[in-house]
């Protein structure tokens, strides 16, 4: 019987001799050059900016990426595959690396010096680690030789049930892994495939070397960013800890990536000086991500690999979210990953146990890097292990193991809530796990609450089936082609992977569209699923039979894509009718000193002389800032706000900002109105408080505005010393 199924299925044998086929190293090394030459035609400061300070970052990744294998060993996977080894252990790694960050934080041993020693420990288990592959490929090699030839090799794993999933070394010939095809892994012209990513990768490489706050609009121009995702690293890293923050819920979010940023702002002795190290970290994230999507292809075939890979790499979304600080990459990197560990949970039993632990530390090292990771891809990801995971008993004990590992790997940020703040997941399940006095109260839950229902978020009366369309399937940035192929797997052979699949994408729509306000970047993480399904359809004999209409259509969808991407990046890098390039490449500098519109404040408190303590009123983007500045943001209780609530006299409130060593005060106009218009002000920051101030003697000194005959934005003014 099985004779006459494969006898009936297309078989490709041709493949290129490994004397012939160039060297991966060379590939690669082609790879980069062609990239960083798209980098220096766009922009000579750029490259200098990425060589020098963003591939240091890429550095530090990569030998935590090495070191990782040591985690796969330990998790009984030494005899899985190299791509396997090579992309799990990668990721592993470098989640392991954010969590050792924390941890050292977390006790107050952060420093630059502890961070160069954490990096060479984390080299030498990276070399170490080399060697060890390098010894093991030898003897592998000479293993081969003796084993009687490649035939042998490939009628071996024919005959012991588990999946191929990666090239016979002697032939580049591998077993797809439904045992439907025999094909040439190394086929020129779909490695060559590869080449499509350079000109995202290169776009992304300058937006990483581009200051935040420039890109994108859609986002507030990182207003994110600025505010928690490098504000708080750069709080610890001030106070040489990680503590709670009761100005800045976020800080109590999971931060995994926030951890590596505070690496690389360690090793740069300076957070703001290092903000091109630290967004160089995004870039090697992405390149997980599509390392990670690679593998999940490899589930069928390497074709399909190689098609999953390029449709990863190739997609707008990954180079919109890699170029500045935002949390996604490495989420993604991590859910692609464990995705690639589960879906291969099925299709082997002497491994299964290995895969479900390896699929739940991953998983829980998502969830490490944003909460919404919890319900959209570790929870769907239990639908992989049910619909695609091990048969009977083996199902179960899969199931045990993929949960104690997903709770062992995010345990962390849990533990640390609950000892800060008694409520594991603060401050989300307030009415479950409730928060200590004085840190969430029932006023903050319910503008929490306001601000994340959709229709609140956007004042929008466009219906919810539109925006959800908007978002998913009309929104460019994930490629209408991986929509297609991600159809065409859905509709094909219903086997038990593409059931789970299906079932993973509708659980993650539909906690989405229902528990989210409906950011477009939160339904990211349909990526997973939609790589997954159309590496698929790719490998659906009427499709795979047709090879060169593949690599046509693989070649216009990237087209298609880049012309999207990059026109968005072409109209926020030039300016004025003429669309003239900014020069903002490594530029750092326009923002801490002012230069930039919008940002003539942060010049302004930064030129302060003396021991100068500004407040910020309205303002929450405190990175940028040199001088010490207190804030809140608005799903906090302001001080001052407190303060004026409590304190009734004028001249009392003026020697409370005294006493707590308040020189300054910074109203930032234009965010005090467009908070009071969507979220609403923290209480006692009404109309009121100012003219209170005023008559106390509060002084002002100076004031900004958007350009000239514009009403000023923000305006400092100075507390009086105590007469």
Not at 541 to 562: D, E, I
């Amino acid at each position: 019987m099985s004779a006459t199924r494969h006898a009936s299925k297309p078989v490709t044998t041709q493949s290129t001799s490994p004397a012939s086929r160039p060297s991966a190293g060379w590939i690669v090394l082609g790879f980069v050059i062609f990239t960083l030459g798209l980098v220096g035609l766009e922009s000579v400061v750029a490259l200098a900016v990425f060589v020098l300070e963003s591939a240091c970052a890429l550095a530090v990744l990569a030998a935590a990426a090495l070191a990782g294998g040591w985690l796969v060993s330990l998790l009984g996977l030494s005899q899985a595959s190299r791509a396997e080894r090579v992309v799990l252990g990668a990721c592993l790694g470098v989640g392991t690396l954010s969590l050792l960050v924390f941890g050292l934080a977390a006790v107050g041993a952060m420093s630059r010096g502890s961070a160069f020693v954490l990096v060479g420990l984390v080299a030498a288990a990276a070399c170490a680690r080399l060697l060890h592959e390098r010894s093991r490929s030898a003897k592998s090699e000479w293993a081969s030789s003796c084993s009687g030839g490649d035939q042998q090799q490939v009628a071996s794993v024919r005959s012991s049930g588990d999946s191929v999933r990666s090239s016979v070394a002697a032939t580049g010939t591998c077993v797809a892994a439904d045992g439907d095809f025999v094909e040439p892994v190394h086929s020129s012209t779909w490695r060559g495939l590869w080449l499509l990513a350079i000109p995202f990768l290169a776009m992304t490489c300058l937006a990483a070397t581009l200051p935040p706050g420039i890109i994108w609009q859609e986002e507030g121009f990182g207003y994110d960013v600025l505010e928690y995702h490098l504000a708080v690293p750069k709080a610890y890293l001030e106070q040489g800890r990680v503590s709670f923050m009761p100005n800045n819920v976020y800080a109590s979010f999971p931060l995994n990536a926030e951890m590596l940023w505070l690496l690389m702002m360690a090793l740069g002795g300076d957070a703001v000086d290092a903000v091109f190290m630290v967004q160089g970290v995004n870039v090697g994230l992405a390149l997980l991500t599509v390392a990670a999507a690679w593998l999940v292809g490899l589930t069928w075939s390497p074709r399909a690999g190689v098609a999953a890979g390029v449709l990863a790499a190739t997609c707008p979304w990954l180079t919109y979210l890699a170029g500045i600080a935002f949390v996604e990459p490495g989420m993604l990197a991590m859910g692609m990953a464990a995705l690639a560990a589960l879906l291969r949970t099925g299709q082997t039993n002497r491994r299964a146990v290995g895969y479900a632990g390896a699929g739940g530390l991953l998983a829980g090292l998502a969830c490490g890097f944003k909460y919404t990771a919890v319900p959209l891809i570790a929870a769907p990801l239990v639908l992989v292990l049910l619909l695609a995971g091990p048969a009977s008993w083996a199902r179960l004990r899969a199931l045990a193991i993929y949960g104690a590992a997903c709770l062992l790997a995010f345990a962390p940020w849990l533990v640390r809530n609950l000892v800060d703040t008694g409520n594991p997941v603060f401050p989300l399940a307030y009415s479950v796990f409730g928060a200590r006095p004085g840190l969430w109260d029932d006023a903050l839950q319910s503008r929490w609450e306001r601000a994340h229902a959709s229709a609140e978020a956007e004042r929008t009366e466009r219906p919810w089936i539109g925006r959800v369309f908007d978002r998913t399937l009309g929104d460019l940035r994930t490629g209408p082609l991986l929509w297609a192929l991600a159809v065409v797997g859905a509709v094909g052979r219903r086997d038990r992977r593409t059931w789970a699949l299906i079932a993973m994408a509708a659980c993650q729509l539909a906690v989405w569209g229902a528990a989210t306000h409906l950011f477009a970047r939160f339904a990211v993480v349909l990526l997973l699923p939609l790589v997954a399904l159309a590496a698929g359809g790719i490998h659906r004999p009427w499709l795979a039979s047709r090879g060169s209409l593949l690599c046509g259509l693989l070649v216009l969808a990237a087209a298609a894509n880049l012309y999207h991407i990059g026109t968005l990046y072409y109209h926020h890098t030039r300016v004025g009718p003429a669309k003239t390039p900014i020069t903002a490449y490594g530029q750092v500098g326009w923002f801490v000193e002012g230069q930039w519109p919008g940002m003539q404040h942060v010049g302004l408190v930064n030129a302060l002389q003396g021991r100068a303590n500004v407040l910020l009123v309205g303002e929450a983007r405190s990175y940028y800032f040199r001088r010490p500045c207190e804030y809140a943001v608005v799903f906090n209780h302001h001080p001052l706000g407190e303060a004026a609530r409590q304190i009734a006299d004028d001249h009392q409130l003026m020697d409370w900002l005294r006493d707590r060593g308040t020189t300054h005060l910074l109203f930032h106009w234009d965010e005090l109105t467009r908070l009071g218009r969507t979220y609403g002000l923290p209480r006692g920051l009404d109309d009121r408080l100012l003219p209170r101030l005023e008559a106390a003697g509060l002084n002002a000194v100076a004031s900004v505005s958007s350009g000239d005959g514009q009403p000023p934005y923000a305006t400092l003014f100075e507390v009086p010393a105590d007469e």
